[in-house]
């Protein structure tokens, strides 16, 4: 286990390290100086059982602290250290009174005072949050749950847990306990990308998330972020949907709402650009990358004149299944068939990028209504010099709209491997001037570089 202690008297590190060492051998003690570095230890280093704050910290009010801390961490033992003095007019007695795991320890420091406290507040830990939450799992049992999901909600009726091994679980989230999203960002900044439920309750979740962003997508006067914040999600449950269960009435409709929203936002704007520099683009995960994809798809029609409700449907369509097949978020990185960083990945999982255009455009035939989906999805890593996969196909065995999709996509999945600075979207337009202005590509390659540069 490890205990944090914040306190800017280094003396002060040297005397709790004692007392640790001497009675708490097991216990890892870290030390830092201020709320700042505490919260990255926490983010970053954790799980902590034990937080202890030095009540005569000088640059920060050690209740409001322990209270940030507990927004970050959720629930956990806070112990406020320090003379009494410090103690009555430093620490705020409903924080204290709040949270009977809370506790106060006066220096001088009593020894056995010190064990009651200090063994009181493990204990709490060792049945609340770390071993009795271990737990040995047949792997069958679970499947994994991008981290994103979690933010739609702060309580969930499942256990959700986090795997250690490939047969232990720690339960890190209990079924209808209140959570904090600062928490489910410690797991995010660690890049953990999953964390773990049991068939049934990732199910209900998926179903649950369904319901969540329909309504949410479904609001009239609805900001833009509240659209983008929305879609990303919903594409996010596509996708994992897709990949655990197959295609329902309910994704069908999932995916008929995104594209009627993103139809509805551009036409909110005069210019299709105004609208896309708004959309969030930080992880450039594959659900992203749908959402982005579908409004460069959009802004081309846009700026082509194409107003045919098929176009967009069936453009919109492959923005979503794209890479619904791909279990491994890190495929991001590989730019194509030939991209040597593919070779850093299983071999499963090279089989599983080389063949995820077919898969994809399977999919797409469930589907009713998107005519040719299937055919745009299934050629969306074609280059118009024959020289792409999984067919090889040249620029003259194309349609105008399997051009427009391959651009979106190629621009944007480039722009996630980039630095996603101006600069990069202005290289990446002009290599795509280079490599794709042939055939049907001409038009739609002059509509994305006005959607881009505009």
Not at 104 to 131: G, M, N, R
Not at 200 to 229: C, H, P, W, Y
Not at 367 to 391: L, R, W
Request: glycine share 4%; aromatic share 10%; net charge negative.
């Amino acid at each position: 286990m490890k205990a944090l202690y914040i306190c800017d008297n280094k003396d002060e590190w040297l005397t709790l390290n004692g007392l640790f060492a001497g009675n708490f051998p097991k216990v890892e003690l870290i030390c830092c100086l201020n709320g700042s570095d505490a919260l990255d230890h926490l983010a970053y280093e954790g799980p902590f059982a034990i937080v202890m704050i030095e009540a005569s910290i000088r640059e920060e009010n050690p209740s409001t602290l322990g209270q940030r801390i507990l927004e970050t961490v959720g629930e956990r033992p806070i112990i406020f250290m320090g003379s009494e003095v410090h103690i009555k007019d430093r620490v705020d007695n409903d924080l204290y009174n709040g949270h009977p795991i809370n506790a106060i320890i006066h220096t001088p420091y009593d020894i056995e005072v010190f064990k009651e406290v200090i063994t009181s507040t493990l204990e709490w830990a060792k049945k609340e949050e770390f071993e009795e939450s271990i737990e040995e799992i047949d792997r069958e049992e679970l499947l994994p749950m991008r981290v994103r999901n979690f933010y739609m909600f702060k309580v969930v009726p499942y256990d959700v847990y986090l795997e250690l091994t490939q047969t232990k679980f720690i339960k890190i989230i209990k079924r209808n306990q209140p959570y904090t999203h600062a928490k489910i960002q410690s797991y995010a900044k660690k890049n953990i990308k999953n964390l773990y439920l049991g068939k049934n309750d990732f199910i209900r979740m998926l179903e649950d998330g369904i319901e969540k962003v329909t309504e949410g997508l479904s609001q009239k006067n609805a900001s833009l972020k509240s659209i983008f914040g929305n879609q990303i999600r919903a594409a996010l449950i596509i996708q994992q949907y897709i990949r655990a269960i197959g295609v329902s009435d309910d994704i069908q409709a999932l995916c008929s709402l995104i594209i009627e929203t993103t139809d509805k936002t551009i036409r909110r704007y005069e210019s299709p650009t105004e609208v896309i520099s708004k959309i969030p683009f930080n992880t450039c995960d594959f659900a992203e990358q749908a959402i982005l994809t579908s409004y460069y798809c959009e802004a081309i029609l846009h700026n082509l004149g194409w107003k045919s409700d098929l176009s967009r449907k069936k453009l919109g369509l492959a923005s979503l299944l794209q890479d619904s097949t791909l279990s491994n978020e890190d495929l991001i990185k590989v730019s194509g068939a030939e991209d040597p960083n593919l070779q850093m990945f299983t071999r499963e999982e090279q089989d599983e990028y080389l063949s995820h255009p077919i898969q994809a455009a399977e999919i797409a035939k469930q589907f009713q209504g998107y005519s040719e989906a299937d055919f745009i999805i299934a050629q969306q890593h074609e280059k118009p010099n024959g020289t792409g996969f999984p067919f090889g196909v040249t620029a003259n065995k194309m349609t105008a709209h399997s051009c427009a999709f391959i651009l979106a996509s190629t621009y944007v999945s480039k722009l996630a491997i980039s630095g996603k600075k101006d600069d990069d979207k202005n290289r990446i337009i002009d290599q795509l001037k280079v490599d794709y202005n042939l055939g049907n590509f001409k038009e739609p390659l002059m509509a994305l570089v006005k959607a881009v540069k505009t």
